[in-house]
C-alpha cells in the first residue's frame, strides 16, 4: 500500500453532509487541506439520492434541539444557495392533515411547536383544506407555507463543485476501511492507500456506526438501523389530485412522518415512504439481504427492545409493504379518491436511524467527538434540509480540533 499526501480533514462520506461540511472548511478555512472520500462511484448515491426532496420547514421538532436550530438555519441557506446556483426548488407550502376527531389534540400540539420554533403555520378547517388541496379530507389541518420541494442531487453537485474548484480533492469509488487515531493525526486506509489526516470528519450515514468503530479510541455502542422508505408513484393521468404536499398527522411515538404525498421538483407525485426494516444497510428491496449485518440486528438486545416497544406500528407497516391495498388504504385517509389502480410502484430509499443500546430511537442530531475525529451518528431527516448549518456546525468542531 502506498502513502499519500497528508490532508488536514479527511471527510468519509460524499452525501450531503459530507459536502457541506466540505464546502463549509473550504469556505470558512481556505488555508486548510481538505480530502472527500466515498466508497460508491458518484455522490449523494444513498440517503441524499433517494429521499423526499421536501425543504422541511421545521414544524415538528423539540425547541431548542440540534434539529430545531439547525433546519430553521439551514433551511433558509439552502433556499439561497438554491438561489444564488439556479437549483430548482418551490416553497410551495404543505398541509398536516387530522382526519379524524381524535387527531386534533395532536394537531394543535404541532401548531404549538411550531410556534415555539418560530415557523408560521395557519389552522385550517375543513372548507379551507379544501381551497387548497381540493381532494384531501379532514376535519382540520395545518398549513405550513415554507415547506418546499428541492432537487438534492443538484445541490450536491453545487457543493462539490465549490470544494474541487478550491483545489480540494473528492476521492470516488474509494472506500475508507481503517482509522488509526494518535496523538496528532489519524491514520487514514481509503482504496488501496494510507494518508496522515490532522481530523477525520465521519459523515458515513449508513454506514456511520460503522466507520466510527473503525478505530477503537471511538467506539460506540450506538448502532444503526437501516429503516426502508418504499415509494409509490401517481400516474400521470391522476396527479391533479395533490397540488403540493400533503402530510397526516404523524404518531408522536415513532419517529417517521406516515405515509404522505409530495410533488417532486422535477415532475410527478409520490406517495410514501413507509418505514419498514431494511434486511441490510443499503437494503433497497426486500430481496437484498445481508447475513452479517441481519445477523448483528437479531443479535442485539436493543432490536428487541426496540420490537417490543413498536412491534403493532411495525406490523402495521409490514402489512402496508406486503399489500399495495393496505398501502392505498393509508393514502385513502388524506385523499379518499385515490385508487390503487392510480399507483405504479416507485423507488426506495433507506434511513440511517440511530438506536441506544437501550432500544431508545435517537430522535435529535447526534455527533461523537474524539480528540481528533467528529462522527455524525445520527442524522436522520432533515438533515437534508439542514444540511448546511449541520456542515457549518461540524467545520466548527473540526477547526477546534487542529
Ligand atoms: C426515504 C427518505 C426520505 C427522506 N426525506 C427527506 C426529506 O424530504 N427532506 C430532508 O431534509 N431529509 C430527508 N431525508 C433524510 C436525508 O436524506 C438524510 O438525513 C441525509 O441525506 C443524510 O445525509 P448524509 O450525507 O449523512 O448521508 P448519505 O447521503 O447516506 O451519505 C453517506 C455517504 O457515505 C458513503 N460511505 C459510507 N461508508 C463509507 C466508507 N466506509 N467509505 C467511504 N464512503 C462511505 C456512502 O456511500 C454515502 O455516499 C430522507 C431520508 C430517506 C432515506
Redesign the pocket.
Known amino acids: 500500500m502506498a502513502w499519500r499526501e497528508h490532508v488536514d480533514v479527511a471527510i ?7 459536502l457541506a461540511t466540505a464546502r463549509a472548511l473550504v469556505l470558512e478555512r481556505p488555508d486548510l487541506s481538505v480530502a472527500v ?4 462511484d458518484g ?12 425543504i ?1 420547514a421545521g414544524v415538528y421538532y423539540k425547541p431548542g434541539s440540534l434539529k430545531a436550530r439547525l433546519t430553521l438555519t439551514g433551511r433558509a441557506e439552502l433556499v439561497e444557495l438554491c438561489r444564488e446556483h439556479g437549483v430548482r426548488y418551490d416553497l410551495c407550502g404543505k398541509v398536516i392533515v387530522a382526519t379524524r376527531p381524535d387527531e386534533l389534540p395532536r394537531l394543535e400540539a404541532l401548531e404549538g411547536r411550531a410556534t415555539a420554533n418560530g415557523v408560521a403555520v395557519e389552522r385550517l378547517d375543513a372548507a379551507g383544506l379544501r381551497e387548497l388541496e381540493p381532494h384531501a379530507a379532514g376535519v382540520a389541518a395545518l398549513h405550513v407555507p415554507s415547506t418546499g420541494i428541492v432537487d ?1 442531487p443538484a445541490v450536491c453537485g453545487v457543493l462539490a463543485r465549490a470544494v474541487t474548484e478550491k483545489g480540494q480533492e473528492l476521492h470516488l469509488g ?4 481503517g482509522l488509526v487515531e494518535e496523538a496528532h493525526s489519524v491514520v487514514v486506509e481509503a482504496g488501496d492507500e494510507y494518508l496522515r489526516a490532522g481530523v477525520v470528519v465521519n ?5 456511520s456506526d460503522l ?1 466510527a468503530n473503525l478505530a477503537p479510541t471511538s467506539h460506540t455502542d450506538v448502532r444503526v438501523m437501516p429503516f426502508r ?1 418504499e415509494y409509490y408513484k401517481l400516474k400521470a393521468h391522476r396527479r391533479d389530485l395533490v397540488r403540493n404536499l400533503i402530510y397526516p398527522v404523524p404518531d408522536p411515538a415513532f419517529p417517521f412522518l406516515g405515509v404522505h404525498f409530495t410533488r417532486m421538483i422535477g415532475g410527478g407525485v409520490e406517495a410514501g ?1 413507509n418505514a419498514v426494516p431494511a434486511l441490510a444497510r443499503e437494503g433497497y428491496s426486500w430481496r437484498q439481504v445481508h447475513g452479517r449485518e441481519l445477523g448483528e440486528v437479531l443479535r442485539a438486545r436493543s432490536s428487541w427492545v426496540l420490537l417490543r416497544k413498536y412491534w403493532r406500528t411495525e406490523l402495521g407497516e409490514l402489512y402496508r409493504s406486503a399489500s399495495k391495498a393496505a398501502f392505498v388504504k393509508a393514502l385513502q385517509r388524506l385523499v379518499p379518491d385515490v385508487q390503487a389502480e392510480d399507483l405504479v410502484r416507485g423507488g426506495a ?4 436511524q440511530a438506536i441506544a443500546p437501550d432500544g431508545t430511537l435517537l430522535d435529535d442530531f447526534a455527533i461523537v467527538e474524539t480528540a481528533r475525529m467528529v462522527h ?1 451518528v445520527n ?9 448546511l448549518a449541520i456542515g457549518r456546525h461540524i467545520a466548527g468542531l473540526v477547526t477546534a480540533h487542529l
Open positions: 468519509v462520506g460524499a452525501g450531503i453532509l459530507g472520500f466515498d466508497k460508491e455522490i449523494a448515491r444513498h440517503q441524499t439520492g433517494n429521499n423526499s426532496g421536501v422541511h438534492f474509494t472506500p475508507v476501511t459523515c458515513a450515514g449508513l454506514q466507520v422508505g415512504p430509499g433507506v434511513r440511517a455524525v442524522a436522520p431527516s432533515p438533515a437534508a434540509t439542514a444540511s
